[in-house]
């Protein structure tokens, strides 16, 4: 029967977002969904053991210390605490990813810019912040000339090669079994954006993007995939995405939630 879910979230859901949605898809299903809100209020992991399921977004990694409590309780979580720390490390989940066969881009990690400037030559290379989004600020690409003198962004650093591409990010948005795709122009190439062209992935990309989870222990997430001449490769993964522009997101996250809690 439907019981008590907590949401944990950076901040309080706006109308018509996809969280916003879900707690009132699965509120209509007769659950009691409440909010709470870890950098405002004070939450205590003693407080939740009850919850037949905590849903967390967006949280910091100050309040990730709670998800660590939580799991240690006991109290379920999507995702999975396991997932959550993997995620929040661009070389923890790239180790995870490679040792279970997924191909994602060889890479190296340095801890100065000027590491970086050293290790480029003249075939450009994407460099990245070790968290964060892989896009916008937190993202450079260039080559050992073109390469900004001065670090855009705080180090550590990971260092890729660039993959030759059509141009075409194709990103899959994960909840649970479901497997939906946008079709992006690529965020190397131009400024990002939310929409997308709504795509049904083949049988590789579904694959691909379920084992990716498996691999990490997520249940909601989006892969960021590239088209290679050698085939297709995992560039980024993104703990619980926003799902916007995605064709029946709310639906799909309330049913993998209400499932997950029962299970």
């Known amino acids: 029967m439907p019981s008590r879910l907590t949401l944990l979230l950076g901040k309080p859901p706006r109308p018509a977002t996809l969280l916003a949605e879900v707690a009132a898809d699965l509120t209509a299903r007769g ?6 809100l870890p950098h405002e209020e004070t939450v ?26 939580l799991d240690g309780l006991g109290v379920p979580l999507c995702n999975p605490w396991e997932a959550d720390r993997l995620l929040r490390d661009r070389r923890a989940w790239r180790a995870a990813l490679a040792a279970a066969g997924v191909p994602v881009p060889s890479s190296a990690v340095v801890e100065r810019w000027i590491e970086v400037l050293d290790g480029a030559g003249e075939p450009e290379v994407v460099v990245k912040a070790l968290a964060g989004p892989g896009r916008g600020a937190w993202v450079v690409t260039g080559s050992g000339r073109t390469l900004p003198r001065e670090a855009p962004f705080p180090g550590p650093y990971l260092v890729e090669p660039r993959l030759p591409t059509d141009g075409t990010d194709r990103k899959l948005y994960v909840a649970g079994d479901a497997v939906r795709g946008l079709l992006k122009p690529s965020t190397l190439q131009g400024p990002h954006t939310a929409a997308g062209q709504v795509f ?4 590789e990309l579904v694959d691909l993007a379920l084992r990716t989870g498996h691999a990490l222990g997520a249940h909601l997430y989006g892969v960021d995939l590239l088209q290679t001449p050698g085939g297709p490769v995992v560039v980024d993964v ?26």
Do not use: I
């Not at 049904?200 to 049988?203: Q, S, V």
């Open 31 to 36: 659950w009691t969904v409440t909010v709470r």
């Open 44 to 69: 205590r992991a003693a407080d939740l053991t009850a919850q037949a399921l905590v849903v967390h977004r967006g949280l910091s990694a100050q309040a990730a210390d709670l998800l660590a409590e």
């Open 200 to 203: 049904e992935p083949d049988a």
């Open 238 to 263: 993104n703990a619980f995405p926003g799902y916007r522009g995605v064709p029946g997101a709310a639906a799909a996250v309330g049913d993998h939630l209400a499932r997950h809690a029962r299970s």
